[in-house]
T-cell receptor
């Protein structure tokens, strides 16, 4: 079945350090979405990437979609304590279906 | 209004009880979802409703019964649950549209969830 793995599973960084999480799918994805879930909260949509090799930026966050559309990454520059949470990538559950299969997630802790 | 609401926030129920979880959105979304999330795990898709019709049921046990009374409401009826069903139950909604005959994937808006404990 479809698998979407993320590494690392956990990451502890000092405030101000950079952070990257990687998302790898066993199948080609038509698009990929990223969500953030704060501790005790619910997933909140961050961004969607559709094109092969696409790069999008949101302030300190940079998202990339691989050329083969099987992997993606999220990079945060100069982390802040507000970045704490679990970051999930998510791809279409089935080809052509309007639903998502979530990656395993990366839990980010930022040490002040 | 980009809010999805869920009630109750917390629910404790015995294995012989019947209870219902409720979800509501007023964004005009025609796709609604139920997810189950265990601690430190990603959300797992349970059901998808598209235009008030059940389109996906991810082999969920029959003790979970979804219902979509109208385009704004989604219920999850619970009966004879097991302790391992204790989890955070998340509702989500999104636009649901076809482009060239294929579904277009839109971002999902999640509710705050119902934390369910089965004793």
């Amino acid at each position: 079945g479809q698998q979407v793995m993320q590494i690392p599973q956990y990451q502890h960084v000092q405030e101000g350090e950079d952070f990257t999480t990687y998302c790898n799918s066993s199948t080609t994805l038509s698009n990929i979405q990223w969500y953030k879930q704060r501790p005790g909260g619910h997933p909140v949509f961050l961004i969607q990437l559709v094109k092969s090799g696409e790069v999008k930026k949101q302030k300190r966050l940079t998202f990339q979609f691989g050329e083969a559309k099987k992997n993606s990454s999220l990079h945060i520059t100069a982390t802040q304590t507000t970045d704490v949470g679990t970051y999930f990538c998510a791809g279409p559950y089935l080809t052509g279906a309007n639903n998502l299969f979530f990656g395993t997630g990366t839990r980010l802790t930022v040490i002040p | 209004d980009t809010e999805v609401t869920q009630t109750p926030k917390h629910l404790v129920m015995g294995m012989t009880n019947k209870k219902s979880l409720k979800c509501e959105q007023h964004m005009g979304h025609r796709a609604m979802y139920w997810y189950k999330q265990k601690a430190k795990k990603p959300p797992e898709l349970m059901f998808v409703y598209s235009y008030e019709k059940l389109s996906i049921n991810e082999s969920v046990p029959s003790r979970f019964s979804p219902e979509c009374p109208n385009s704004s409401l989604l219920n999850l009826h619970l009966h004879a649950l097991q302790p391992e069903d204790s989890a955070l139950y998340l509702c989500a909604s999104s636009q649901d549209q076809l482009a060239g005959g294929r579904p277009v994937i839109y971002e999902q808006y999640f509710g705050p969830g119902t934390r369910l404990t089965v004793t």
